[in-house]
């Protein structure tokens, strides 16, 4: 026994003063290899008799056990060290810039037509399209603006050849022509949403010859003006976010409703800033009424059973009243500064259950 | 429209305060455009008179001024050319602030006399420009009182917003009619009384239309005044008229604007000694000259409305008067017109001419055909007040149009229309208010329009009628029907194009969105510019055009952005592109252009300049989303002249299918857009896209996922040069069907060994097991399969 306990000590200290990988695997092959010390007092437990075997055989597997846990102690903490040693060689500055990476925008028309959508698309209406040229009785007579009507001039509209001088095209001068096209594909009821390109001939601070407005219409045989007026006012209220948001309607004119309204909103410049929501003054930001009767009529619609509203708003106006746009010229000007700034994350979908 | 607020009261009898009137105006559908408060800058300042002005001793041009501010004579040291004893002014007492100047007046002294106070122009209180002299005030101006009340500026002047369909409103009467209705005030009356005529009329009016053009003017009412004096118009007529922004000229011509302003009844006077023969109502001829008293000289056609005498054109019915027969202060003997003209004719008449005048606006939105006779009488009245003279009988030619007509309202229909329910002698107050005749009988009203009213056609309008002076505020809004959860918004092909929008701006390309036109220029570069495209009012020569393509915009931006100093733009828009003019020839686009390089300059990796193949993964990237598989897309050196003939490409399904172009932009397009470095774009064309269908089952087809490890091979062929990568992969691929499940290119060479028109591609082939491991033998196999398949499409054999 004490021979064992001799070599016990010396593989110990061997073990606890190895230098390195190396050393260790050494002392490993020298006790426990092939022809190591241990293996071969193991061999020689077979020249012994029964209760002398079991003794020095349990005493021998204890200290295989017990060299071999060593060693591998030792290994760990030396290839720790060793491992701790490079990684410390490697660091590098981190605060160094990552690799650029370019990130896109959503242009805010394109968001605010969706946010539009989400909100209208809750209440039933679904998107239509059309062309961007029209014929004069789409975008006109069949809205009850006749060639000689004074409302034709204030639309300052932009013409195309055509077939000729009494049969000129036009760019649309509102998204409306859309309703006229859907009501004569289709049978009522109608619940549509029109976000599209529009233009007009007119080019200043606060007018773009091209801008986008979203049309809505609703035609059934029970709505009525408090239906628009409910559907105006919550729609509002969600593309603003204010929950008590302030909304009135003026009547007006336009001449394929009737009654027309036009929609205020509240708002305040209280102390220079300007906000929307209580406050002591209005910001016009939309047209609607009922359909007029002529409109239904020119779509063979049947007027005396079929009844509904329209509304159209310029997305660029609600835009920039939303998120603080102070010039409707820079929407179309592709600065890139610009388009980073008021432009969106392309993850940033708008719905009404995430958020708008 | 504009008046002032005691204009207003004139017709209406109210003590509601200004707030009041204004938000009732707004609520009553008459919007608000601005209420000006013309004496806002007067406050403070009083009325000061010259009891002397002497000459400074010490200078030329000023003089001292005694003031009588009404409480004391205090002295001013004036340097108007104009002050002089007894004018009566505009006095400033020390110590104010002078609105147009922007200074605090101190005592000071000028040249040894100390001034306490100042007489002020207009410029120093915003009136006007006009700082050559101070103000002058009436002499029986009172010292002290407060200088906007003697100016006449301290009534507020309401500015209205008229519909087009409220011609009605474009005389302050009409105005007060409908506040009148809506409870803010009583109507007063208005006196039409007749003026008997005491002589006979020595100009006749003929109406002379042919037939279908008598309605161009079927009714004119005129009368002869003799011996009238046609002066200066007394101070309350001249105030009336500054106050909406006319400018005063002489009685005659002063009273039919106010006619105008006040009635909306527009007249015109002629100077009857000018008038040779009688008049003629009737249609111009075309060619015919017409001198207007705009003092230019217009040609008409053959379908305007003129007044004539013997020696032609004095008129132009409803829209201007004409210069030899207009008044002057020397007139004597006038005639006067109140005449009905047609409102379209009017108006066109107006636009060919480019004649926007009072009379015109109103005439074109309908003026009140029986209010001729009414309109007269008032007239003359003001005429023999201020000018004195004797009127003669009416002349009356034509008659009264047949405005008279009556509607039928359903009571419930305020409720099922107007979403409101009014009770109904509330709603025949209304109407009975705003002049409509009401009859009633079991739940239907019979209602007569008033003649003022042409734009009451139906049932609809009666209902606004009612409503709006009900008040909107008192509809009750009522929730959209929403029982059941909505269905999606928008089709398959507006999904299609949010989603690519989406992808594009997560691969770092920004949306942006142009116009829909450029310039004629442009468009040709990219294949457009027809005629049939090209607009006839384009706003600038610039943007004419019809865009046929979306990357001119594009390109244009990047070179903007680069002049500014960003350069690398990275731009995309989705939207219509035109190759005619009907509604199918258009289609929706996404294009898009990468210019420069890849990215900013770094320290881990150089940027590279941006090629070809950066536009061919944006616009295989978009395709994939929408559906479409890789491998079925063919890439083929095709695309338009636009495109650098080398480096471009077109993204085909089948041999007709265009789905997409890519490639770097021609450089000669480039310079002749004036961009500089290397752009390369891409447009996708959804409406070519196989149609996007929403399927009824979205389950995905079954998944197999093989068991057996895959294996590779590596091979690298020598091709002739002109062998697409794409013949190879593609030999590679069939050789073997069932197992080879993916081939890619991962190296091309050329030049070295290989000598001129070769080169080496290296591929990657992946062999998918599909029952059982394979054996070395099988392996090998099928790697000859590939080698002989490349070899027989492409003459290409393994380089060694």
């Known amino acids: ?356 | 429209m504009k008046f002032p607020f005691q204009w207003l009261k004139e017709h209406l009898d109210t003590k509601a305060s200004l707030d009041d009137v204004v938000e009732r105006l707004t609520m009553t559908g008459l919007e608000i455009d601005k209420v000006h408060h013309r004496g806002k800058d007067l406050e403070g300042f009083v009325v000061g008179r010259v009891v002397e002005a002497k000459k400074h001793p010490d200078a030329d041009k000023l003089s001292i001024c005694q003031v009588d501010n009404g409480s004391e004579t205090v002295v001013v040291v004036c340097g108007a050319p104009n002050a002089r004893t007894g004018l009566v002014g505009v006095f400033a007492p020390s110590g104010s602030y002078i609105p147009g100047t922007g200074i605090t007046l101190k005592p000071t002294e000028i040249r040894g006399v100390v001034s306490n106070g100042m007489l002020l122009s207009e410029r120093e209180v915003n009136l006007s420009d006009d700082h050559d002299g101070i103000i002058e005030l009436p002499d029986d101006a009172k010292p002290g009182s407060p200088a906007a009340d003697a100016m006449g500026l301290a009534d507020p002047v309401i500015e209205i917003e008229i519909t087009p369909n409220r011609g009605d409103c474009l005389g302050v009467r009409g105005v007060a009619r409908d506040l009148a209705a809506a409870g803010v005030g009583a109507l007063k009356p208005l006196n039409c009384a007749p003026v008997p005529g005491v002589i006979e009329s020595p100009i006749k009016v003929n109406l002379d239309f042919k037939v279908g053009a008598e309605n161009a003017c079927p009714y004119f009412v005129g009368r002869f005044v003799r011996g009238v004096k046609n002066g200066e118009s007394p101070k309350w007529l001249k105030d009336k008229l500054t106050a909406v922004g006319l400018r005063p000229i002489s009685a005659l011509v002063d009273i039919s604007n106010l006619m105008t302003m006040d009635l909306g009844r527009p007249l015109h006077v002629f100077d009857a000694a000018k008038v040779k023969g009688d008049l003629q109502v009737r249609l111009s001829k075309q060619g015919e000259k017409f001198s207007a008293l705009d003092g230019k000289e217009y040609e008409l056609d053959a379908e305007m409305t003129v007044i004539a005498d013997d020696a032609g054109a004095e008129a132009l019915g409803g829209v201007i008067g004409g210069a030899a027969s207009g008044c002057t202060e020397d007139t004597v003997d006038v005639f006067v017109e109140s005449a009905y003209f047609d409102p379209v004719r009017t108006a066109m008449t107006g636009r060919k001419l480019t004649i926007m005048s009072d009379a015109r606006y109103r005439f074109e939105r309908g003026v009140d055909p029986a209010f001729l006779v009414d309109g007269m009488e008032i007239a003359t009245r003001l005429i023999l007040d201020l000018c004195g003279g004797e009127p003669s009988e009416l002349v009356i030619a034509g008659s009264e149009p047949d405005w008279k007509r009556d509607l039928t309202l359903r009571i419930e229909r305020i409720e099922s229309f107007g979403g409101i329910k009014i009770a109904e002698n509330k709603i025949t107050e209304i109407l009975t208010a705003l002049g409509f005749g009401v009859a009633e009988g079991n739940g239907v009203l019979t209602v007569s329009i008033p003649s003022w009213r042409p734009d009451i056609v139906g049932e609809a309008c009666l209902v606004e009628e009612v409503v709006r002076i009900h008040g909107y505020d008192n509809i009750p809004a009522v929730p959209m029907d929403r029982s059941e959860l909505p269905t999606p918004a928008i089709g398959p092909d507006q999904r299609r194009r949010g989603m690519a929008r989406r992808l594009l701006a997560g691969r770092g390309l920004i949306e942006a969105v142009t116009y829909s036109f450029l310039s004629a220029k442009q468009a040709s570069l990219f294949g457009g510019g027809a005629q049939a495209l090209t607009l006839i009012n384009p706003i600038s020569a610039d943007l004419d055009v019809m865009r046929p393509s979306l990357l001119p915009n594009l390109i244009a931006a990047a070179g903007r952005n680069a002049d500014r100093g960003i350069a690398n733009a990275r731009l995309f828009e989705i939207g219509p592109r035109f190759f005619g003019a009907a509604p199918e020839d258009q289609d929706i686009v996404a294009g898009g252009i990468r210019s420069g390089v890849t990215g900013a300059r770094n320290w881990a990796e150089p940027p590279r300049p941006v090629d070809l193949f950066d536009a061919k993964a944006d616009a295989l990237a978009v395709l994939g989303a929408m559906g479409l598989q890789a491998d079925k897309i063919d890439a083929v050196a095709e695309a338009p002249g636009w495109y650098h003939p080398g480096h471009s490409g077109v993204l085909r399904l089948g041999p007709k299918t265009i789905l997409a172009h890519f490639g770097e932009i021609h450089p000669r397009i480039l310079k002749d857009m004036g961009v500089k470095g290397t752009h390369a774009g891409f447009e996708i064309f959804f409406d070519n896209l196989p149609k996007a269908k929403d399927k009824k089952s979205k389950a995905r087809p079954f998944l197999d996922l093989p068991q057996f490890h895959a294996v590779e091979r590596d091979f690298a062929f020598v091709v002739d040069a002109d062998v697409s990568a794409a013949k190879v992969l593609g030999a590679a691929r069939s050789a073997e069907k069932k197992l080879i499940t993916q081939v890619s290119l991962f190296d091309v060479f050329e030049g070295g060994a290989l000598g001129d028109g070769k080169k080496s591609l290296a591929i990657n082939v992946v062999v998918q097991p599909v029952e059982q491991t394979l054996t070395d033998a099988e392996i090998e196999a099928i790697a000859e399969k590939v080698v002989a398949s490349v070899h027989k499409a492409t003459g290409g054999v393994l380089r060694s």
């Open chain 1, 1 to 356: 026994m004490k021979e064992l306990d001799a070599l016990r000590s010396e593989l110990m200290t061997a073990v606890d003063q190895a230098a390195g990988l190396d050393d260790l695997e050494n002392i490993r092959v020298s006790a426990l290899g092939k022809k190591g010390r241990i293996t071969e007092l193991m061999k020689g437990l077979g020249d012994m008799d029964a209760d002398a075997r079991k003794q020095a055989g349990q005493a021998l597997n204890a200290l295989k056990g017990e060299v071999a846990d060593a060693i591998e102690t030792k290994k760990r903490a030396s290839s720790d060290s060793e491992l701790e040693a490079r990684l410390a060689r490697e660091s590098v500055d981190v605060s160094l810039p990552v690799r650029p990476e370019s990130e896109g925008r959503i242009h805010p028309i394109s968001q605010t037509i969706d946010e539009v959508v989400a909100i209208l698309g809750e209440m039933g209406l679904s998107v239509a399209e059309g062309p961007d040229i029209e014929d004069d009785w789409h975008n006109f007579t069949a809205l009850n603006i006749p060639p000689d009507h004074p409302a034709r001039q204030e639309h300052d509209t932009f013409y195309l050849p055509g077939a000729g001088d009494d049969d000129r095209l036009v760019l649309r001068t509102h998204t409306s022509p859309v309703q006229i096209r859907t009501m004569m594909a289709g049978e009522p009821p109608f619940r549509i949403i029109v976000p599209g390109r529009t233009y007009r001939c007119d080019y200043d601070a606060t007018h773009s010859p091209m801008f986008h407005q979203v049309e809505g219409l609703v035609i059934d045989e029970a709505t009525h003006m408090g239906h628009l007026k409910g559907c105006i006012v919550e729609f509002c209220r969600a593309f603003f976010g204010v929950d008590d948001l302030p909304v009135r309607f003026r009547p007006s004119y336009f001449p394929f409703t009737e009654p027309s309204a036009e929609v205020d909103i509240g708002c305040t410049r209280e102390g220079g800033e300007f906000r929307i929501g209580h406050g002591d003054d209005w910001l016009e930001i939309l047209g609607c009424g009922m359909v007029n009767a002529k409109v239904l009529e020119n779509c063979n619609v049947d007027p005396a059973k079929y009844q509904g509203f329209a509304f159209g708003m310029g997305i660029e106006r609600m835009a920039m009243l939303k998120y603080g746009i102070p010039d409707l010229r820079t929407f179309y000007e592709s600065d890139l500064r610009w388009l980073r700034h008021y432009g969106f994350n392309a993850l940033q979908v708008p719905s009404m259950v995430g958020g708008l």
